[in-house]
């Protein structure tokens, strides 16, 4: 998770977070959310996700949407990282579905 944080901030990302979600769902632990101004610059920031997760020795199981204006997501297992255009993502509102706190209810 580090290593994508890192990554997108170092290529210039805009309004990164970070949400952990291991409380919400088995499927992952952490939801990286940033977005890029331009499909290119999108782009630039998953490449540079994944060079940053292979330097760390970290594995890639899948990727999508790399020539999408819209949204790219890299799955890291622990963690998924969603590159998304300023539009979708005010559009999706990921934060509003994932960023609930985790409770002592239960």
């Given at each position: 998770m580090t290593a994508i944080e890192a990554a997108v901030t170092d290529a210039k990302a805009q309004n990164v977070k970070v949400l952990s979600v291991k409380?919400?769902?088995s499927v992952t632990d952490h939801l990286i959310i940033c977005s890029g101004t331009s499909n290119r610059h999108m782009r630039h920031l998953a490449e540079e996700a994944i060079k940053g997760l292979r330097e760390a020795g970290?594995?890639?199981?899948?990727?999508?949407?790399?020539?999408?204006?819209d949204w790219i997501i890299v799955d890291a297992g622990d963690a998924v990282l969603h590159v998304m255009s300023e539009e979708a993502r005010e559009f999706y509102q990921l934060e509003g579905l994932w960023d609930i706190a985790e409770t002592d209810e239960a």
């Amino acid at each position: 998770m580090t290593a994508i944080e890192a990554a997108v901030t170092d290529a210039k990302a805009q309004n990164v977070k970070v949400l952990s979600v291991k409380h919400l769902t088995s499927v992952t632990d952490h939801l990286i959310i940033c977005s890029g101004t331009s499909n290119r610059h999108m782009r630039h920031l998953a490449e540079e996700a994944i060079k940053g997760l292979r330097e760390a020795g970290l594995e890639i199981l899948n990727t999508e949407g790399m020539d999408s204006n819209d949204w790219i997501i890299v799955d890291a297992g622990d963690a998924v990282l969603h590159v998304m255009s300023e539009e979708a993502r005010e559009f999706y509102q990921l934060e509003g579905l994932w960023d609930i706190a985790e409770t002592d209810e239960a």
